[in-house]
């Protein structure tokens, strides 16, 4: 039994195809994406990727909080630029940034390594739970699509390690504008935005789309794609969303990207 029709085919007479699903696109995603991760096979997949990112973090914190603490603290007393804005604080008789240290490394630390763990647990998603999405979505909403990608896996691993370094290393370079605290919300949320967006949108169309097809589709469904990753970044700032996040955002991109690939492939046959 099918969940929706099978959106691959041919859409009836000559009604024209639009090039961007826009924002309907984008809340048929959401609301398809709900209803899958029901699934009893979703509900387990989405244990996997949890329990890296958790295993992840107690190791992290085990192993890397010491050592990261006592660095941050050679920073924080040895830098110029901290006493100068420490000196500024206590002139305006503000609290002093060296008298607050004892609570300041410590956060600082869990702000630095937990989202480590968590880009770990959305590439773990990406490369090993997305095929299972995939699988699942394959055999009822999208069964009549035909897959068609090359090296899928490759693809995928290769977007992972790129996107996580790339997320990580952006998130430590700008970790100086939390101590602006409503710059450190925009730069979660944007960091986030990408991390969801990069990493998602390849892996929900590798197997089934050409490289042609997929080159499209990412130009065509960009703002559609970020936009997603937006709506991810924004839910991922609750910290329960993090035990599904992983899975859902799989689910949400999946059905956005595969729709989005049989509507092309209706418009090119419509057009043949």
Aim: hydrophobic share 55%; net charge positive; glycine share 6%.
């Amino acid at each position: 039994m099918r969940e929706f029709p099978p959106v691959a085919a041919p859409i009836p007479g000559n009604a024209p195809v639009s090039n961007s699903l826009g924002l309907d696109g984008v809340t048929q995603a959401f609301g398809r994406a709900v209803k899958s991760q029901l699934h009893p096979r979703m509900l387990f997949a989405m244990l996997l990727p949890f329990l890296i990112m958790f295993v992840g973090a107690i190791v992290l914190l085990l192993v890397a909080l010491g050592p990261l603490t006592t660095w941050l603290d050679q920073q924080l007393t040895e830098s110029a630029l901290v006493l100068q804005a420490d000196q500024w604080l206590v002139s305006l008789g503000l609290f002093s940034l060296l008298s607050l240290k004892v609570w300041i490394l410590p956060i600082t630390s869990v702000v630095i390594l937990l989202p480590v763990s968590g880009i770990l647990g959305l590439a773990v998603a990406a490369v090993c739970v997305m095929p299972i999405v995939i699988s699942h979505l394959s055999s009822t909403t999208y069964a009549g699509l035909r897959r068609e990608g090359r090296n899928s896996f490759v693809v995928s691993l290769w977007n992972a390690v790129w996107v996580s370094i790339l997320f990580t290393l952006g998130w430590l370079v700008t970790l100086p504008l939390w101590l602006v605290p409503p710059l450190g919300l925009f730069v979660s949320v944007f960091w986030w935005t990408f991390a969801f967006s990069r990493m998602m949108r390849i892996d929900a169309i590798v197997e089934h789309a050409s490289p042609a097809e997929r080159k499209l589709l990412l130009e065509r469904h960009g703002t559609a794609f970020w936009m997603i990753g937006l709506i991810c970044a924004l839910i991922n700032l609750i910290p329960p969303a993090w035990i599904f996040l992983p899975v859902f955002s799989g689910l949400v991109y999946t059905h956005f990207g595969l729709g989005a690939l049989a509507r092309l492939r209706a418009q090119q046959h419509g057009s043949a």
